[in-house]
């Protein structure tokens, strides 16, 4: 199984970013996937997740970030507007066989990460 995500980069307060992470080697279906992510000094943090076609956000993401998966691709995007400083963060794509935001354990697989920069 191998996640590999992309899209990261330097962006200005309010802009946006589009993260993906193709996903290969597993059943897509099977799997929620997840985006979780940490800042220097702080503890990795669940920000999205879909899985069945529902998605779930934490309370920082909701109004801002969008979850989307194109199957057809192994695809899942992570659509994050009106970012601010707060977001600057590793972000990290994951897969488990059970949705959760709290529970990084639960996910077996885990991407490199890409980094995200927002400047003030």
């Known amino acids: 199984v191998q996640l590999v995500e992309s899209g990261g980069g330097l962006v200005q307060a309010g802009g946006s970013l589009r993260l993906s992470c193709v996903a290969s080697g597993l059943t897509r279906d099977d799997y929620a996937i997840a985006w979780f992510r940490q800042a220097p000094g702080k503890e990795r943090e669940g920000v999205s997740c879909?899985?069945?076609?529902?998605?779930y956000y934490s309370d920082s993401a909701k109004g801002r970030f969008t979850i989307t998966s194109d199957n057809a691709k192994n695809t899942v995007y992570l659509q994050m507007n009106s970012l601010t400083p707060e977001d600057t963060a590793v972000y990290y794509c994951?897969?488990?066989?059970?949705?959760?935001?709290?529970?990084?354990?639960?996910?077996?697989?885990w991407g490199q990460g890409t980094q995200v920069t927002v400047s003030s």
């Open positions: 879909i899985s069945n076609g529902l998605a």
């Open positions: 994951s897969a488990g066989l059970v949705p959760s935001l709290m529970y990084s354990d639960l996910y077996e697989y």
